[in-house]
C-alpha cells in the first residue's frame, strides 16, 4: 500500500493562492496516476484533479479548472496542487490518493489520506 502524506493547507483569504503536496516514500509511486478530491463535513467526497504517471496529461473539475493545477516531481516523489484564486467555496479538505489507472473521477482511487484543510475566509 501507498503512503502519502498531504500538507500545505491554511486559512487564507479570497483570491489568494496555495500550494498543496502530496509526499510518498514508495518506490512504486510512479506507477500510479495520483488524483486530489476534497470533502466539507457532511457532504460527498469531490473529486478536484488527477494527474498521469508521466506528467503529461492532466484532468479537472470544471469547479476548479483555470484555477488550479496539478503537476508531480518525480525526483522527490510529490504531486502539488498549486490552487489559485482561491473562494470561500474553496474551503475543504484537501486529500490524495493513487489509482493503477487513469480515470476522470473517484473511481479507482483507494485509501484517501487525512488530508490538509483549506479555509478561504470572504
Known amino acids: 500500500q501507498v503512503q502519502l502524506v498531504e500538507s500545505g493547507g491554511g486559512l487564507v483569504q479570497t483570491g489568494d493562492s496555495l500550494r498543496l503536496s502530496c509526499a510518498s516514500s514508495?518506490?512504486?509511486?510512479?506507477?500510479?496516476?495520483v488524483g486530489w478530491s476534497r470533502q466539507v463535513p457532511g457532504k460527498e467526497r469531490e473529486f478536484v484533479a488527477v494527474?498521469?504517471?508521466?506528467?503529461?496529461?492532466?484532468y479537472y473539475a470544471e469547479s476548479v479548472k483555470g484555477r488550479f493545477a496539478i503537476s508531480r516531481d518525480g525526483a522527490k516523489s510529490t504531486v502539488y496542487l498549486q490552487m489559485n484564486s482561491l473562494k470561500p467555496e474553496d474551503t475543504a479538505v484537501y486529500s490524495c490518493?493513487?489509482?493503477?489507472?487513469?480515470?476522470?473521477?473517484?473511481?479507482?482511487?483507494?485509501?484517501w489520506g487525512q488530508g490538509t484543510q483549506v479555509t478561504v475566509s470572504s
Open positions: 494527474i498521469n504517471w508521466s506528467g503529461d496529461w492532466t
Open positions: 490518493a493513487v489509482s493503477p489507472r487513469l480515470t476522470r473521477d473517484l473511481t479507482g482511487f483507494t485509501s
Open positions: 514508495s518506490q512504486s509511486f510512479h506507477n500510479y496516476v
